[in-house]
């Protein structure tokens, strides 16, 4: 195999090579944008050849640069961050909630183990969770190491609730709606309490 | 012998579509209550402007143009966050028109050896033909597509290449593409939420599936 | 009575003229199937068998060679709990020859309308409701293919729900099943209830719990010939003299006699113990099975419900012993994962079969497969 320098995942950018202007008239516009950002809009299309690339764009949906394309966001230098490797990772749903800990039931997002059920501590909850905290709420569990931006590795878990959107008036009479048409279909009509016999 | 694990790792949920980039900064995110506040606040902000918005937290990059809407973790334990996100998004805005979506898994993976590095170029793109035209050929990129194992439209596409960034490693993409029926008649973003919602979990199954089969085979 | 835990003859079907009833729980969830005679079998509520993960009554049915689209008469949903429901969908799809039965209230709007908000578009894995989802679904087809009966019947207190002829004990025997439960305010009070579970605009999705205490869960009575079967559900008593078992003892009901069979109803817990239920209902000495449960730190049977049932009869059994393992990780994991948890435990544990045979009514046998016991036996825990 060839060794390949490391490529940033980018995206198409063809709207910005077909605006009209001057360099100076770009940059005046753009001036959300840092000067050497606009530049690379600007600039000859990138030499550095793409690992991926073909004739026919078959990769409209996988984030790589196609030939010639000038990137997406060239950000500044790639700043060092936290970053959290897991070892295992489960989605849980909230059954019960006591004083200072809840209940949760756990199914495995790595593999097909059955079920399990753990106390948490209600401690270990974000602030700013914590208000999504009820019973039937879901949460993500990781357990893991935590590599600090310092290179400081730590073993961790990490509870991060889903933040679902809100039930609409629309999703209410869509299940309505369907709920209906399920009766209708099946010839039920509204229950009655029935007779004994 | 167990699955490897990959050195690096990064999951895309890429959507085509017609977009406006301004709505989605992280301010929008937050009033939405789809990321934390101190996330809203400690936002890092590359760009916001009317052709195009793209920011960083912690776990999350997301990047809008007109066209395309991408987002994107380089942390395993926020692949289903992601996803959340995506869909609740647009659950929202669901009047924005929506026509493709990729789900897209990106690993590399550690070889034990420059040789065993050198012999998985080799059986993915053997050398007896190219050694007939070329001087010392070498695989770059290798792009194999593949139709969809269900009835929707898209393909599936897997890449592999040397990994720039592991070495000696190899990097695989699996691209899961899927688009609607009807491009020209779409008006929201239902059809292409309703195809992420319905096959995120099969989609990953897929790609890890992919992934630990191709390096079974190649590295033995 | 012969009790036989060497796990041998799992394979053998029943006798045509032989009474079984079978009871599956893999520590969570529980269903019960019956054979009356002449291949007639009769399946109440599901659940999925640990190894497998297909329905246990298909898994067993398979293993005695019973064709389930044609034995299966009826299936019977008792309630829509999670631990009874998880396979019903598919139950009702193979078991092309059964009517379903469930209680009216599961056929309200105001139920459908709970299922197709928490189970469509909700971005959620509601196991109980995404079940009867997918028993919708499976209606329709079968209206839509002609294949199989799409309207329930509907269990109501005393109703007879099945009426037919058999062979047991070597003589041609008539048989009937009963719903005993639920009562007219019990469906009442379901329904309000199903209204009340129906999020208004603006409320943050979430995974739908399950409604407690249960007073609406449908209770079995089977009857051939002089022999009867009291299957108990989850049914629980809390001292209302319209609903719970109460309504049952004191109802001026068509069935006769006691039963000789017990599913203990709710897992054996005190709150669905009735006193009446033991004196008036079941012979001296039933043979009784019921099912553990742990959910949320509460763990069923508990000691004192083990010691109750086990001074009322002789012959308890249990499917399996109350969960308590753990999953063996890499060490790295398991110290993290305690480090992080109070208390990690499975919620089901091995599978377990309690299989009642009675070709003579004094030749009853009990075989124990799985994780399955005596209850005098879990005492010990």
């Given amino acids: 195999m060839v060794s390949e320098l490391a490529i940033d995942l980018t995206m198409d950018s063809s709207r910005f090579a077909e605006q009209p202007g001057t360099d100076q008239e770009l940059l005046a516009k753009f001036k959300d944008m ?164 | ?62 990047e809008v143009t007109r066209e395309r809407f991408l987002a994107t973790t380089l942390q395993e334990a926020y692949d289903e966050p992601v996803r959340d996100l995506v869909l609740s998004t647009f659950r929202i805005l669901r009047h924005t028109p929506l026509r493709k979506v990729g789900i897209n898994l990106d690993e590399h993976f550690q070889i034990e050896s420059e040789e065993r590095w050198h012999l998985i170029g080799h059986v993915l793109a053997p050398k007896e033909l190219w050694e007939e035209v070329l001087q010392n050929p070498g695989m770059k990129s290798l792009i194999i597509q593949g139709t969809r194992p269900d009835n929707l439209k898209g393909y599936v596409q897997v890449a592999v290449a040397p990994s720039g960034r592991v070495h000696p490693g190899v990097r695989f993409n699996v691209n899961d593409h899927f688009e609607v029926e009807k491009p020209d008649s779409v008006i929201g973003s239902d059809e292409i939420m309703n195809i992420l919602e319905n096959n995120w979990v099969e989609s990953r199954k897929r790609a890890v599936t992919i992934m630990r089969t191709l390096m079974e085979r190649l590295n033995g | 009575m012969q009790i036989f835990s060497d796990g041998k003859n799992l394979k053998s079907p029943p006798e045509p003229d032989e009474i079984e009833v079978s009871v599956f729980g893999p520590g969570y969830g529980e269903c019960v199937a019956v054979h009356l005679g002449r291949n007639n079998w009769f399946i109440v509520d599901s659940c999925i068998d640990t190894i497998t993960r297909k329905p246990a009554a298909l898994v067993y049915f398979e293993k005695i060679d019973v064709d389930p689209s044609v034995a299966v008469k009826q299936l019977i949903v008792t309630h829509w709990h999670d631990d009874h429901i998880r396979g019903f969908s598919k139950l009702l799809e193979v078991c092309k020859s059964a009517q379903l039965v469930c209680s009216t209230a599961l056929t309200s709007q105001e139920f459908r309308e709970v299922v197709y908000c928490y189970g469509v578009r909700s971005m959620l894995e509601s196991s109980g409701i995404d079940e009867f989802r997918d028993v919708f679904e499976t209606l329709k087809k079968r209206k839509e293919t002609g294949i199989g009966t799409y309207t329930p019947i509907f269990a109501v207190q005393d109703r007879p729900i099945w009426q037919g002829d058999s062979e047991v004990f070597g003589s041609p025997a008539n048989y009937e099943i ?128 083990m010691q109750r049932i086990t001074s009322s009869t002789r012959n308890a059994f249990v499917t399996c012993g109350i969960p308590t393992r753990s999953i063996k990780r890499d060490r790295t994991t398991e110290k993290t994962i305690k480090e992080a948890v109070k208390d990690i435990r499975t919620l089901s544990g091995p599978s377990g079969h309690v299989r009642i045979r009675l070709q003579r009514p004094d030749m009853v046998k009990v075989e124990l497969f799985g994780d399955a016991k005596q209850l005098q036996v879990l005492s010990t825990y």
């Fill in chain 1, 34 to 197: 840092q000067e050497a950002q606009i530049k690379s809009y600007l600039t000859a299309p990138d030499s550095e050849t793409p690992i991926f690339s073909g004739g026919q764009d078959t990769t409209e949906t996988a984030p790589f640069k196609k030939p010639g394309t000038p990137p997406m966001v060239r950000g500044p230098a790639v700043k060092l961050r936290d970053k959290f490797i897991s070892f295992h990772k489960w989605e849980g749903i909230v059954m019960k909630i006591l004083g200072d800990s809840f209940y949760a039931k756990l199914t495995s997002l790595f593999s097909d183990d059955p079920d399990e059920e753990a106390e948490f501590s209600l401690e270990d909850i974000p602030a700013d969770d914590r208000p999504l905290l009820q019973v039937g709420s879901v949460f993500y569990w990781n357990v893991g190491y935590h590599d600090s931006s310092i290179g400081q590795r730590s073993r961790s878990s990490i509870i991060r609730f889903r933040r679902l959107p809100v039930w609409t008036r629309r999703d209410i009479e869509d299940a309505r709606r369907r709920a209906a048409e399920i009766a209708d279909l099946l010839g039920w009509e509204e229950p009655e309490i029935p007779s004994r016999t």
């Fill in chain 2, 1 to 62: 012998m167990p699955p490897e694990k990959p050195a690096l790792h990064e999951h895309d949920v890429v959507l085509l579509g017609d977009f406006n980039p301004k709505i989605f900064q992280p301010a929008w995110f937050g009033s939405e209550g789809l990321i934390r506040k101190l996330e809203v606040d400690g936002a890092e902000i590359a760009v916001v402007h009317q052709e195009v918005v793209s920011f960083t937290l912690e776990w999350l990059k997301i």
């Fill in chain 3, 178 to 305: 009963f719903s005993l439960s639920p009562s007219d305010s019990a469906i009442m009070a379901s329904i309000l209830g199903f209204a009340d579970l129906l999020p208004r605009s603006g409320d943050t999705k979430r995974w739908l719990p399950a409604i407690s205490p249960n007073r609406a869960a449908i209770v079995i009575w089977l009857k051939v010939a002089y022999f009867s079967i009291l299957l108990g559900s989850d049914l629980e008593e809390h001292g209302e003299a319209n609903g719970g078992w109460s309504i049952i003892v004191n109802s001026h009901s068509p069935r006769k006699g006691k039963a000789s069979i017990f599913k203990i109803p709710h897992h054996g817990s005190v709150t669905a113990h009735h006193a009446r239920v033991w004196d008036d209902m079941l012979d001296a000495n039933p043979i009784a099975v019921l099912t553990p449960f742990r959910r949320a730190g509460v763990l069923l049977p508990t000691k004192n419900d």
